[in-house]
């Protein structure tokens, strides 16, 4: 049987905005993933513990706040010290593309920023990757 | 690969359990699992502890499931005891997808002492997930003390649950139905605690009498009927009192069923493998013809499966 793709989405910090987030969780529920729903105002660590409880195969992080470039390599060190490196990464909202190939040099998967198609988004994610330990 | 992750289960790494769970929850090397984790319903030898306590909280959407739930993790690790929470929640059954949304009501924390999966539950499964007596056992051989679950949001007839719980409590909210809802089958008769959520609501009371008049036509059973709200938060103490003064239910039942539904699985294995014999044709055909009565045929049947 196909197992269905897991994925933790979040939002990390002081950041209200959950209008995109949901979407994106509606869709990739639509496309047969389970979508574990982490919602607002999360520490990384917290994020960190989800997609270890979960046992994700992703995590997505939406953040509209302009802290990404503190946020996000926070996330992605303490996945790393919790043995979860082999976890993708994807990050979604207002990231200015001068920072965009420093968050992929970083080991984020893909940044899709406004006016990403939802198809897009599924089809990234159904993309095989590397079968995880 | 199964050996390696119990191996590490039994030392408490946190990422050997979720995988376990994972595998667990595709019905994946089921046997080898089972088979590695003690007798199946004994209580778990772990470290000389009692065994877990585990509670199923069942309700229709919207009654406030999660919610509660968060707030008794806190209750529970106040009192230095570990808390690990399965929450279902609904598969579609046309994408296969789904939407879990329940432990961002539970509050987010770091604390090594809480474990919250969520899982998908197909729908026609009794609004759980599958395998889920498996997974208890897991958890309880991680080392938790209690054990929460969280049904789907159905409401009516969740009666699975009472065969892996120790205790059933069942939500309702005021303004949720007149008092013939109450008379209906499965739904009180499977709670062993009930709780009136959102009480700080004007017509809480109502709801509550009117549900307690129900159960005083049924005799012989007394079951708690307690005002909680987590609004106003009150009531969880005595709440997580009433659940603790009641017994640890799940072993010898659900020992017994596990038990019988193997006895059936061996059965079925054994019809299946003489469909062809001459014996059973000619009994069909009696029976078709109306030479046999259908219960003594079944007897005949059962007789012949014996050995």
């Known amino acids: 049987m196909d197992q269905p793709i897991r994925i933790v989405l979040a939002k990390v910090g002081l950041d209200g905005h959950d209008r995109g987030i949901k979407v994106v969780a509606r869709a990739l529920r639509d496309a047969g993933m389970h979508v574990i729903y982490a919602g607002l105002w999360q520490t990384p660590e917290a994020v960190v513990r989800t997609v270890a409880d979960e046992d994700a195969d992703w995590l997505g992080l939406s953040l509209l706040s302009g802290a990404h470039m503190t946020l996000v390599p926070r996330v992605l060190d303490i996945l790393k010290q919790a043995d979860l490196a082999n976890v993708g990464v994807i990050v979604g909202g207002i990231i200015p593309e001068a920072d965009i190939p420093k968050l992929t040099a970083m080991g984020v998967a893909k940044i899709f920023g406004p006016g990403t198609s939802l198809d897009d988004i599924v089809a990234f994610l159904k993309t095989p990757r590397e079968h995880k330990p | 690969m199964i050996a390696g992750l119990l191996e590490r289960l039994r030392h408490g790494d946190r990422n050997a359990l979720a995988r376990l769970l994972s595998i667990t929850a595709r019905g994946e090397q089921l046997a080898d699992i089972q088979s590695a984790l003690a007798i199946p319903c004994e209580p778990s030898p772990v470290r000389g502890r009692s065994p877990s306590r585990v509670v199923a909280f069942t309700g229709s959407g919207g009654v406030g499931k999660s919610t509660l739930i968060g707030k008794l993790i806190n209750l529970v690790r106040n009192l230095g005891r570990k808390v690990a929470v399965l929450a279902c929640d609904p598969q579609s059954p046309l994408s296969g997808g789904a939407l879990l949304g329940d432990r961002f009501r539970m509050g987010s924390s770091t604390d090594d002492g809480v474990f919250i999966r969520s899982l998908a539950a197909q729908t026609g499964h009794g609004a759980i997930a599958d395998h889920l007596d498996v997974m208890i056992r897991l958890l309880e051989t991680f080392g938790f003390d209690a054990i929460f679950l969280e049904t789907v949001g159905a409401g009516q007839g969740d009666v699975e649950v009472r065969n892996l719980a120790?205790?059933?409590?069942?939500?309702?909210?005021?303004?949720?139905?007149?008092?013939?809802?109450?008379?209906?089958?499965?739904?009180?008769?499977?709670?062993?605690?009930?709780?009136?959520?959102?009480?700080?609501?004007?017509?809480?009371?109502?709801?509550?009498?009117?549900?307690?008049?129900?159960?005083?036509?049924?005799?012989?059973?007394?079951?708690?009927?307690?005002?909680?709200?987590?609004?106003?938060?009150?009531?969880?103490?005595?709440?997580?009192?009433?659940?603790?003064?009641?017994?640890?239910?799940?072993?010898?039942?659900?020992?017994?069923?596990?038990?019988?539904?193997?006895?059936?699985?061996?059965?079925?294995?054994?019809?299946?493998?003489?469909?062809?014999?001459?014996?059973?044709?000619?009994?069909?055909?009696?029976?078709?013809?109306?030479?046999?009565?259908?219960?003594?045929?079944?007897?005949?049947?059962?007789?012949?499966?014996?050995?």
């Open chain 2, 166 to 307: 120790d205790v059933v409590v069942l939500m309702l909210q005021p303004e949720s139905g007149d008092d013939v809802q109450w008379e209906k089958a499965g739904i009180l008769e499977c709670a062993d605690v009930i709780v009136v959520h959102k009480s700080d609501m004007p017509t809480a009371e109502q709801t509550a009498a009117q549900v307690r008049a129900a159960l005083d036509l049924s005799m012989g059973r007394s079951v708690p009927v307690l005002r909680v709200s987590t609004k106003a938060n009150q009531g969880h103490a005595e709440l997580w009192q009433a659940i603790e003064a009641l017994p640890l239910r799940r072993r010898p039942a659900s020992a017994a069923l596990l038990l019988f539904q193997m006895a059936v699985d061996t059965l079925r294995q054994r019809f299946e493998n003489r469909q062809q014999d001459a014996e059973l044709r000619k009994l069909v055909e009696a029976w078709q013809r109306g030479e046999v009565s259908t219960a003594s045929a079944v007897e005949t049947l059962v007789r012949s499966l014996e050995s």
